[in-house]
């Protein structure tokens, strides 16, 4: 990340469906903010107004004969926009910025899940992040049976307008969570593993462990 900028701080939560990262995102931003904080929460696909526009295209269960190639473009889209509108002047204003997934969904959902690659997805992010990329993930980790029942579950009583993703199969699921795993082991520097089971609370604490591991490790 450029000197310029490096004001802020940039953490991401990343997951399978139904892994509760964005529980626990909101759990982090508030512990955070209570700590006197500054603090941007964002979310991805989404984020700012153009990327909601990009998320409806991407979630509607009627287009599913998008392209994978088109599929990929559009998250990025999105998160051309996300770090146009919302990473850079936070992290410029020397605020914590807090995604719900990044390009590292890109990886595992596009990469492995819909078998594009590696190499396209880091290509592609240097032109959508300009070189910008998390300080530190927190990757909720937890089995493939426990966060399609979750999802299930969560989509039974959410409209039937964002369900495109959720509909892919298991082996889609295992081919994305193999994706997470590789990355875990390629950047153990910034992608910590994080142990999804138990509470929202238990999770938290690991969370927060994690984070402050990493702030005595950066001294910031
Ligand atoms: P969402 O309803 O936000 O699910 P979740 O709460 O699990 O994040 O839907 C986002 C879906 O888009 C989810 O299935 C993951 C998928 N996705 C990708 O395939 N690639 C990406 O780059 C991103 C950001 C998300």
Known sequence: MSTTTRRGLFLTFEGLDGCGKTTQKRLLAERLRQAG????????????AIGSQIRRILLDPANDHLDPRAEMLLYFAARAQNVAEIL??????GEIVISDRWTDSTWAYQGFGRDLGTSLVQDIDEIACRGHKPDLTFLIDIDVETGLQRAHQRN???????????????????????????????????????DGHGSAYEV??????????????HGR
């Open 88 to 93: 850079l002047p936070a992290l410029e204003r």
């Open 204 to 217: 938290a604490a690991r969370v927060w462990a994690a984070f402050e591991k990493f702030r005595r490790a």
């Open 37 to 48: 904080e500054r603090v941007v929460e964002t979310v991805e696909p989404g984020g700012t």
């Open 156 to 194: 039974a009583g959410a409209s039937a307008a964002e369900t495109r993703m959720d509909q892919q199969s298991r082996a889609f699921y295992e081919r994305v969570r193999e994706g997470y795993d590789t990355l875990a082991v390629a950047v153990p520097e910034r992608v910590v593993r994080i």
